[in-house]
């Protein structure tokens, strides 16, 4: 079982939808988890991170965790043609320096 | 305020050579990990510098290895280079004190 699990995609939403991303993870000791966006050629950026359960907002963007379900979402609220991209999740064991990440998920915002 | 950098940009080595990346923290950061990125895939981790000692490393083989400066510079070495070892490789900074880790732009290295 892979340590982290990411739907492939593509997922395609038309321009002001809501894009809803998934992941799991293995290690029901994670405490951190990170949303990346990356765009084509270019390296991962930052765009949420949350440690409690619950919902986290910033912006457009807002990041649910379930602990006990071992799963973290990314919604990306009136998605917009920018907001295409690959996005990783990334989680951080309990005794872990490192991220361990997903394969990503590519989306596409179509105008 | 400057963000993580990263040298080379680009790079192509033939098989069996030796190359150095170079990495350089953002302002304030402390820590520097590396990731390889295959085309496709999640960046896969390296390893981690904090005061200039490896503090973890992932499962690669020791042709991967490291150094951190005093000024929390960090290099990848990666010795008799594969073909298998092309591939994006990305430096993320972070403070000793949070976890959120910031990606430099990257060194794209080509093995032929």
């Known amino acids: 079982q892979k340590e982290v699990e990411q739907n492939s995609g593509p997922l395609s939403v038309p321009e002001g939808a809501i894009a809803s991303l998934n992941c799991t993870y293995s290690?029901?000791?994670?405490?951190?988890f990170f949303w990346y966006r990356q765009y084509s050629g270019k390296s991962p950026e930052l765009i949420m991170f949350i440690y409690s359960n619950g919902d986290k907002e910033d912006g457009r963007f807002t990041a649910q965790l379930n602990k006990a379900s071992q799963y973290v979402s990314l919604l990306i609220r009136d998605s917009q043609p920018s907001d295409s991209a690959t996005y990783l999740c990334?989680?951080?064991?309990?005794?872990?320096?490192?991220?361990?990440f997903g394969a990503g998920t590519t989306v596409t915002v179509r105008a | 305020d400057a963000g993580v950098t990263q040298s080379p940009t680009h790079l192509i080595k033939t098989r069996g050579q030796q190359v150095t990346l170079r990495c350089s923290p953002k302002s304030g950061h402390d820590t520097v990990s590396w990731y390889q990125q295959a085309l496709g895939q999640g960046p896969q981790f390296i390893f981690q510098?904090?005061?200039?000692?490896?503090?973890q490393r992932g499962n690669f083989p020791d042709r991967f290895s490291g150094h951190q400066f005093p000024n929390y510079s960090s290099e990848l070495n990666v010795n008799a280079l594969l073909l298998g070892d092309s591939a994006l490789y990305l430096c993320a900074s972070s403070s000793s004190w949070a976890y959120e880790q910031y990606f430099g732009p990257g060194t794209r290295l080509t093995v032929t």
């Open positions: 290690d029901r000791g994670s405490q951190s």
């Open positions: 510098y904090y005061e200039e000692e490896e503090r």
């Open positions: 990334a989680v951080r064991g309990p005794n872990d320096y490192k991220l361990s």
